[in-house]
């Protein structure tokens, strides 16, 4: 069973930094694409970020801004936000497979705020 648990989300200040985690089972992690999406309040899931084994990919309302990465040794994929932005606030999810919304794990709440 694929089991996806995120964590790292906060309330921060605009301008501010975060480290999002997400800790993988049930499958084989070090050959799967892993993605983050984000369903911000009363809008759709968004695809944010894709990591594979040799390279990623970023949605361009976070390039530059936002970067992925993942740790096979540790079942564990990151997304390390900086400049963060009010309208960066949302639930985010790690996904697994190609720029895919499913499955997901319950996700970790990011809050941009003064």
């Known amino acids: 069973e694929v089991q996806l648990v995120e964590s790292g989300g906060n309330l921060v200040q605009p301008g501010g930094s975060l480290r999002l985690s997400c800790t993988a089972s049930g499958f084989t992690f070090s050959i799967a694409p892993m993605n983050w999406v984000r369903q911000a309040p009363g809008k759709e899931l968004e695809w944010i970020s894709t990591?594979?084994?040799?390279?990623?990919e970023y949605a361009n309302s976070v390039k530059g801004r936002f970067t992925i990465s993942r740790d096979n040794a540790k079942n564990t994929v990151y997304l390390d936000l900086t400049s963060l932005k009010t309208e960066d606030t949302a639930m985010y999810y790690c996904?697994?497979?190609?720029?895919?919304?499913?499955?997901r794990g319950r996700g970790t709440q990011v809050t941009v705020s003064l």
């Open positions: 990591i594979v084994t040799t390279s990623n």
């Open positions: 996904t697994k497979g190609w720029k895919t919304f499913h499955p």
